[in-house]
């Protein structure tokens, strides 16, 4: 028992430092923008619906809930820059959640999505691009009556492609596919297919729309 207590101990403090080299990465590549792409920029905010991703409960009437759904709202502000102007660096903030009626009772998970994207201008209108995202604190809670159930994932680095139509100044939209797993370490659960799991799989395929101000 000891000797697997100071192997966990090892391992989550190997793990603790590898998210602190991961976090600090995510630092300095932010830093890059802010001095590539000083020369400008605009405020906007992101509301986007999207789907996919593992079941994490499936009740017996109405629709299931994924962990890769479902709303997500973000502030974010562009960077731009006269020596690229085909490029366009953001960077953005906000919360994704999703909840369900289970059995007179709430299924709730949330997460705080922390974004870099990276767009490549293609003709006067669309952008193609690419980002980084880290999700801190996602939580999934079940309560029904007198179940109160909780599962508080490590913080999960992601990433993401998107195509982007800019249809005026204001308002944009979009299409993104993010990959993501969040997981919890030393400690399994149930998934409603009867898989014992300490991951899940929280990818998503979701549509956007952007205001900018």
Known sequence: MAG???????????????????????????LFPAQVFAQGGRHYVLLEFASGGDELVNPDSGRSLRAGELLQISYGYKFFSEDLPQWRVDLRAGSKLTMIDVD???????????????????????????GAAYHLTPNYRLETGPVDDSIDFDGAFGGFLHLEYQATEKFGFGLRYLKIDYEKEDN?????NGELTDKVDGSSVGGYVTYTF
């Open 4 to 30: 697997q207590h100071e192997l966990r101990t090892i391992e989550g403090y190997r793990g603790a430092l590898l998210m602190e080299r991961w976090l600090l990465g995510l630092m300095l590549l932010a």
């Open 104 to 130: 007179g009772g709430d299924a709730v998970f949330y997460r705080f999505p922390l974004e870099l994207a990276f767009h490549r201008k293609l003709g006067d209108k669309f952008a193609l691009g690419f």
């Open 188 to 192: 399994a659960f149930q998934l409603p």
